[in-house]
């Protein structure tokens, strides 16, 4: 077998491996239902999962320390509940938004969009990485109102996968965001996540 065969077949070997992987841990990943007085959706029963959590309709949090800033996966659900025509203006609405707000997320790069069926919806999703240096604030700490020195503030690379949908006249966007070095791994849960979304 010639190196070039062989390091081929090494990389399909890889691809298939973490193929593999992705989808066994996401079946092995336990959801809990939860309900809002306009939708329910299903998130990993292990995260820590709050309903009107600050201005969010809904935040989901994986395990972890809230202490220092450390960054955390997240899953949110939000909505402008202002008035919109059809998921489309909702989308591009919110991808305006988006671009408009990359002075605060560095090296904005859009990794991929489209459209796809859930649950009978039609759904926008929008993938992108970015570059964050700050301070992630999680329960406890929000409400400290210590003034933070912007010289300790930690760099980030991150990826948000959003899920846009559209009930009742408004947009609703599902937004999930992991480390870029996570995010591969994170992804099945996230889609796993957006296909149990149903408004009432």
């Known amino acids: 077998m010639t190196e070039k065969k062989s390091k081929t ?105 489209g459209i796809m069926d859930l649950n009978g919806m039609k759904t926008n999703y929008l993938t992108y990485a970015f570059n964050y240096k700050g301070y992630f604030w999680y329960g406890r700490d929000y409400y400290t109102g210590i003034d933070l020195d912007e010289n300790t503030f930690k760099e980030f690379n991150l990826v948000e996968k959003d899920y846009f949908f559209y009930h009742n006249n408004k947009g609703y966007m599902l937004r999930c965001t992991a480390k870029d070095s996570n995010f591969k791994t994170f992804e099945p849960l996230f889609d796993t996540v957006a296909k149990s979304f149903r408004f009432k």
């Open 9 to 113: 077949l090494i990389k399909f070997a890889f691809i298939g491996l973490l193929i593999f992987n992705f989808s066994f841990l996401s079946a092995q990943i336990k959801y809990k239902k939860i309900e809002t007085d306009k939708f329910s959706i299903e998130l990993p029963a292990t995260w820590t999962n709050d309903v009107n959590y600050m201005f969010f309709q809904l935040m989901s949090l994986a395990p972890g320390d809230t202490c220092c800033g450390d960054f955390r996966e997240f899953i949110t659900v939000s909505s402008d509940g202002q008035p919109k025509k059809n998921v489309d203006d909702f989308y591009q609405t919110e991808k305006k938004y988006i671009k408009e707000g990359a002075k605060d997320m560095h090296k904005l790069k859009v990794i991929d969009e």
